[in-house]
């Protein structure tokens, strides 16, 4: 139906979140009528993020570095980590301005339906970390979900099981329950922070 340049267009852009073949034909037509610089520029910023963005080797954050800027900050407290899904919940937490510790992003929660099992995520990692880095407390931050439930489930086990006593707390209730944590407003995930309990 179109020349194969849209449709490829139409196709990758299809691929994304939340974006439907109707969308991303629109999209897709949004980009023909744009001038060469706009379209150059979102051609470009794709191709920046993925050459210079990678992970953090310490908590798996985003970085542009080796360790992103939350574990290269000296003021955080290391002995304090916050376990979150994605790096996009680091942003919401960090909005909140309750934490002072750091984090390990997970990369997704369990999920054996759709094939995440523990391996799949930075769990054997926590764990090393929490071992060896002199960790008081571990603050498990995944999403108020039927998987982010069973994924904290899973590492408090795991924690517990390793090292008796190291606190593991888990985010005070009043999130709302089903949504991902960057729905929840500031003020509530403060609160859910700053009331978290041990479990
Ligand atoms: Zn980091």
């Given at each position: 139906m179109y020349a194969p340049p849209v449709q490829r267009l139409i196709t990758e852009l299809s691929k994304l979140p939340g974006v439907g073949g109707r969308t991303a034909q629109r999209l897709a037509f949004y980009i023909l009528r744009a001038s060469d610089e706009e379209a150059g520029a979102l051609a470009e910023a794709i191709r920046e993020v993925k050459d210079r963005i990678g992970l953090c080797e310490v908590c798996f954050n985003l970085a542009d570095g080796p360790r992103c800027r939350i574990c290269s900050d000296e003021r955080r407290d290391p002995e304090l980590i916050c376990v979150v899904e994605e790096p996009s919940d680091v942003i919401s937490i960090e909005r909140t301005h309750e934490f002072a510790g750091r984090y390990h992003v997970l990369g997704g929660a369990?999920?054996?339906?759709?094939?995440?099992?523990?391996?799949?995520?930075?769990?054997?990692?926590?764990?090393?970390?929490?071992?060896?880095?002199?960790?008081?407390?571990?603050?498990?931050?995944?999403?108020?979900?039927?998987?982010?439930?069973?994924?904290?489930?899973?590492?408090?086990?795991?924690?517990?099981?390793?090292?008796?006593?190291?606190?593991?707390?888990?985010?005070?209730?009043?999130?709302?329950?089903?949504?991902?944590?960057?729905?929840?407003?500031?003020?509530?995930?403060?609160?859910?922070?700053?009331?978290?309990?041990?479990?």
């Amino acid at each position: 139906m179109y020349a194969p340049p849209v449709q490829r267009l139409i196709t990758e852009l299809s691929k994304l979140p939340g974006v439907g073949g109707r969308t991303a034909q629109r999209l897709a037509f949004y980009i023909l009528r744009a001038s060469d610089e706009e379209a150059g520029a979102l051609a470009e910023a794709i191709r920046e993020v993925k050459d210079r963005i990678g992970l953090c080797e310490v908590c798996f954050n985003l970085a542009d570095g080796p360790r992103c800027r939350i574990c290269s900050d000296e003021r955080r407290d290391p002995e304090l980590i916050c376990v979150v899904e994605e790096p996009s919940d680091v942003i919401s937490i960090e909005r909140t301005h309750e934490f002072a510790g750091r984090y390990h992003v997970l990369g997704g929660a369990l999920s054996p339906i759709d094939g995440v099992d523990p391996e799949d995520l930075k769990i054997g990692e926590l764990y090393a970390r929490a071992e060896s880095d002199g960790v008081r407390e571990v603050v498990i931050a995944t999403n108020p979900t039927t998987t982010g439930e069973a994924t904290a489930l899973h590492i408090a086990a795991g924690l517990r099981q390793r090292q008796p006593q190291l606190s593991v707390t888990r985010l005070a209730s009043g999130l709302p329950v089903g949504a991902d944590l960057e729905y929840a407003d500031e003020l509530t995930l403060g609160r859910a922070m700053s009331g978290r309990r041990s479990v």
